[in-house]
């Protein structure tokens, strides 16, 4: 079945103590993404990647890192995380391929998202 | 910088009835704009995708609409039923590559 995988589900930590949250598709897309919902702001982009060893910030990429070594992981790390990043946080993929507007053409498939509390 | 309004925040109505939600943006210089809906507790579903230099797309009872010259798309559910009840986004990709979504319609459909 064609999805995008997060791990892990729920997750309580407290300041400071670094941790990542895993994404992962099965769809060979190009593009995947991380974004945060928060009430009352909704969804915000964190950081996204065209392809592998290709990342650029979204709008709010402050205390957040990624990687992408391979297409399929685009593992989102908390090097010292912080009680304002208590949040609802989502990944996503699209396949992303071809030039300008094309690799943006296609719809995103989002994972079921990781609640991160951290206190 | 782009914003996206959604009007309005909730919405309930009977079954059966035909409804509109409405999504606004500042910003024209858009790739596309895409509509999704997320039931509690899980991830976003994409709906639709109408691309820059289309007006509409369909899908089912769901058809949107596009007018990026006035910075406007709505999404026309028609018969609704209550299991569309969910909460839609909207959101547009700008030309920078990121993508900025609305703060969502809560429907509530009430058999």
């Known amino acids: 079945e064609a999805q995008v995988t997060q791990n892990p589900r729920y997750l309580i930590t407290v300041t400071g103590k670094k941790l990542t949250v895993t994404c992962s598709q099965n769809?060979?897309?190009?593009?995947m993404s991380w974004y945060r919902q928060d009430p009352g702001l909704g969804l915000r982009q964190i950081y996204y990647?065209?392809?592998?060893?290709?990342?650029d910030k979204g709008d709010v990429p402050e205390g957040y890192k990624v990687s992408r070594k391979e297409k399929r992981n685009f593992p989102l790390i908390l090097e010292s995380p912080s009680p304002n990043q208590t949040s609802l946080y989502f990944c996503?993929?699209?396949?992303?391929?071809?030039?300008?507007?094309?690799?943006?053409?296609?719809?995103?498939?989002f994972g079921n998202g990781t609640r991160l509390t951290v206190t | 910088k782009q914003e996206v309004t959604q009007i309005p925040a909730a919405l309930s109505v009977p079954e059966g009835e035909n409804l509109v939600l409405n999504c606004s943006f500042t910003?024209?210089?858009?790739?596309?704009l895409q509509w999704f809906r997320q039931d509690p507790g899980k991830g976003l579903t994409s709906l639709l995708l109408?691309?820059?230099?289309?007006r509409e797309q369909t899908s089912g009872r769901l058809n949107a609409s596009l007018d990026k010259s006035s910075g406007r798309s709505t999404l026309y559910i028609a018969a609704s039923q209550p299991g569309d009840s969910a909460t839609y986004l909207c959101?547009?990709?700008?030309?920078?590559?990121?993508?900025?979504f609305g703060q969502g319609t809560e429907l509530s459909v009430k058999p």
């Open positions: 996503a993929s699209s396949p992303g391929r071809g030039q300008g507007a094309k690799r943006y053409n296609s719809p995103l498939h």
């Open positions: 109408i691309q820059s230099s289309q």
């Open positions: 910003d024209s210089a858009i790739y596309n």
């Open positions: 769809m060979n897309h190009e593009y």
């Open positions: 959101a547009v990709y700008n030309q920078g590559g990121k993508l900025i």
């Open positions: 990647s065209m392809n592998v060893e290709v990342t």
